[in-house]
């Protein structure tokens, strides 16, 4: 099984709403990566969480919320977010932490912040 | 500051002609992928260049990697319309795990 699964596929919220972003993998793979991206550009590494810990965070703003609750699972928790959050937000995977490994993405979820 | 860079941004070429899309990177690595993503799709992994010199072949794309240059190539042969998408390089710095993407090359073939 080489799939990494993120749900939802699709997500509306408003600036006042609390949502979160869920991301599976059973590869055993031990690192997981939360990506943005907006139209057009390349995506953006956001988070790196390697064995359940968080080992980057891209300097990225308190409204998103990592959360690695074992090693098949991957969170990202939603909060007062705006307009310009809005974009494709990709998980991803790999076997370790470190260069030499192939990252396997998951489908994205499409963010709307109205 | 490390930079990934791709040119051509855009590419419109005819089918079953041939050209190359070119990665340079600033920063020390001997590791460098490339992904396709069609619109609105995520990202599919292409290739895995793993040491300098190395060249690797699917189907009508064939990557190599030039570490000493920082350069990595994907060239195109015979271009077909259903290689239309988005190519992504990937450098991830030596010692890191961070994973920085090219600024992607649109490619568009014409039937």
């Known amino acids: 099984d080489t799939e990494v699964t993120q749900t939802p596929k699709h997500l509306v919220m408003g600036m006042t709403n609390k949502k979160s972003l869920k991301c599976e993998q059973h590869?055993?793979?031990?690192?997981m990566y939360w990506y943005k991206q907006k139209a057009k550009k390349p995506p953006e590494l956001m988070f790196v969480y390697s064995y359940e810990k968080l080992s980057i965070n891209e300097s990225v703003p308190s409204r998103f919320s990592p959360e690695c609750p074992n090693s098949s699972l991957l969170n990202l928790h939603l909060h007062a977010l705006q307009p310009e959050d809005s974009a494709l937000y990709l998980c991803?995977?790999?076997?370790?932490?470190?260069?030499?490994?192939?990252?396997?993405f998951g489908p994205g979820t499409r963010l709307t912040v109205t | 500051e490390l930079k990934v860079e791709q040119n051509p941004l855009f590419l419109s070429m005819q089918e079953g002609k041939n050209y190359t899309i070119y990665c340079n990177y600033s920063?020390?690595?001997?590791?460098l992928y490339w992904y396709r993503q069609d619109p609105g799709k995520s990202l599919e992994s292409l290739f895995v260049?793993?040491?300098?010199?190395a060249v690797k072949q699917e189907g009508r794309l064939m990557a190599s990697l030039d570490t000493k240059a920082r350069l990595s190539t994907l060239h195109i042969t015979a271009a077909v319309h259903d290689l239309s998408a988005t190519y992504f390089c990937a450098v991830v710095p030596s010692g890191t795990y961070k994973y920085i993407f090219g600024t992607g090359t649109r490619l568009k073939v014409l039937a």
């Open positions: 260049l793993l040491s300098n010199g």
């Open positions: 920063t020390t690595s001997d590791r």
């Open positions: 590869m055993g793979h031990r690192a």
């Open positions: 991803a995977s790999s076997q370790g932490p470190g260069e030499a490994y192939e990252q396997y």
